[in-house]
């Protein structure tokens, strides 16, 4: 389960480090909408593997979804601040606490919804994460 919001970290970190639109942020103190849309694609292209890996199980979907919708609000009302002055601090803090509500709130109830549906160990939940984002 650690490798999926390590993933996801490493996906954000690389979007919003190098694809944001510093100059526009910078001079309206706002992320323009096209950096908006990306961070939304940042999560629904990294969450539609997992979806359709875990289809099958109604408890498991409805625990992702819960997940990618909250953790890409948190990442997207963080960012759309005005410009920070220390922005990469400010992304790395950003990523950081998303990991963080991910971990407090959802690890343990996504894992608790595989559990019950009868999906694997950890470690192979760990190995079918690694399948999936290396693919």
């Given at each position: 389960?650690?490798?999926?919001?390590?993933?996801?970290?490493?996906q954000?970190?690389?979007?919003?480090t190098?694809?944001i639109?510093?100059?526009?942020?910078?001079e309206?103190?706002?992320?323009?909408?096209?950096?908006?849309h990306m961070?939304?694609?940042v999560?629904d292209e990294?969450?539609?593997?997992?979806?359709?890996?875990?289809?099958?199980?109604?408890?498991?979907?409805s625990e992702i979804e819960?997940a990618?919708?909250t953790?890409?609000q948190?990442?997207?009302c963080a960012m759309d601040v005005p410009?920070?002055?220390q922005?990469?601090?400010?992304?790395?803090r950003?990523?950081?606490?998303?990991?963080q509500?991910y971990?407090?709130?959802f690890?343990?109830?996504l894992f608790d919804?595989?559990?019950i549906a009868?999906i694997k160990k950890?470690?192979?939940?760990d190995?079918e994460?690694?399948?999936?984002?290396?693919?």
């Amino acid at each position: 389960m650690k490798n999926l919001i390590w993933a996801l970290r490493t996906q954000l970190d690389y979007a919003l480090t190098m694809k944001i639109n510093r100059k526009f942020w910078n001079e309206v103190d706002s992320l323009c909408e096209e950096d908006l849309h990306m961070i939304y694609e940042v999560f629904d292209e990294f969450f539609g593997p997992v979806y359709e890996e875990f289809k099958m199980s109604v408890n498991v979907t409805s625990e992702i979804e819960r997940a990618h919708t909250t953790l890409q609000q948190i990442v997207a009302c963080a960012m759309d601040v005005p410009y920070p002055v220390q922005t990469d601090l400010h992304i790395q803090r950003v990523i950081a606490n998303m990991s963080q509500v991910y971990e407090d709130f959802f690890e343990e109830s996504l894992f608790d919804a595989m559990s019950i549906a009868g999906i694997k160990k950890t470690d192979e939940l760990d190995a079918e994460f690694d399948k999936m984002i290396l693919a």
